[in-house]
């Protein structure tokens, strides 16, 4: 919890620090996690299905 607060309240100073251009690569790199995480998530469950299925 207490990493979390960090981030919050520094995060003006981050995206300041980062400038425009940062922030839409990091963003983007975030997305990109963001979605490999999903399709993981929607595979393991699917193999959860299909193992007690059978």
């Known amino acids: 919890m207490f990493l ?5 309240v520094s995060a003006s ?3 300041r620090t980062l400038g425009r ?3 839409a690569v ?3 790199v975030l997305r990109m ?3 490999a995480y999903s399709v993981q998530f ?3 469950g ?3 299905a299909r193992v007690s299925l059978s």
């Open 21 to 23: 251009t940062g922030n």
């Open 13 to 15: 100073l981050i995206a």
């Open 4 to 8: 979390a607060m960090l981030c919050f």
């Open 33 to 35: 996690l963001l979605a």
């Open 26 to 28: 990091l963003s983007r």
């Open 42 to 44: 929607v595979i393991n």
């Open 46 to 48: 699917i193999a959860a």
